[in-house]
Nanobody
Framework: QVQFVESGGGLVQSGGSLRLSCAASGRIISIVPMGWYRQAPGKLRELVAGITSGGTTNYADSVRGRFTISRDNVKKTVSLQMNSLKPEDTAVYYC?????????WGQGTQVTVSS
């Protein structure tokens, strides 16, 4: 069973940037499709960015042009660069497979954007 560990969240002002990182045991993170998800208070968890094993990316409309997902197959990490952050980006961010595995959710990392 793979467990993901997310890091890099924090408190930032509107317009600021953060870079999230995701790591997991083993080499699996470098060879399968991965995604970054987020869950805001009172809302369902949603996919914000995905990346295939070949590096093809896709984004939710709400973050396209501001967020960039990438993977480092040497370090076995998946990152999410978030620029031009908005208060509505406030949420707990998680990484997981794509599609997500119900048994692999980690603790997530809190991102709070102040106006």
């Amino acid at each position: 069973q793979v467990q993901f560990v997310e890091s890099g969240g924090g408190l930032v002002q509107s317009g600021g940037s953060l870079r999230l990182s995701c790591a997991a045991s083993g080499r699996i993170i470098s060879i399968v499709p991965m995604g970054w998800y987020r869950q805001a208070p009172g809302k369902l968890r949603e996919l914000v960015a995905g990346i295939t094993s070949g590096g093809t990316t896709n984004y939710a409309d709400s973050v396209r042009g501001r967020f960039t997902i990438s993977r480092d197959n040497v370090k076995k990490t998946v990152s999410l660069q978030m620029n031009s952050l908005k208060p509505e980006d406030t949420a707990v961010y998680y990484c997981n497979f794509r599609p997500a595995s119900a048994t692999s959710w980690g603790q997530g990392t809190q991102v709070t954007v102040s106006s």
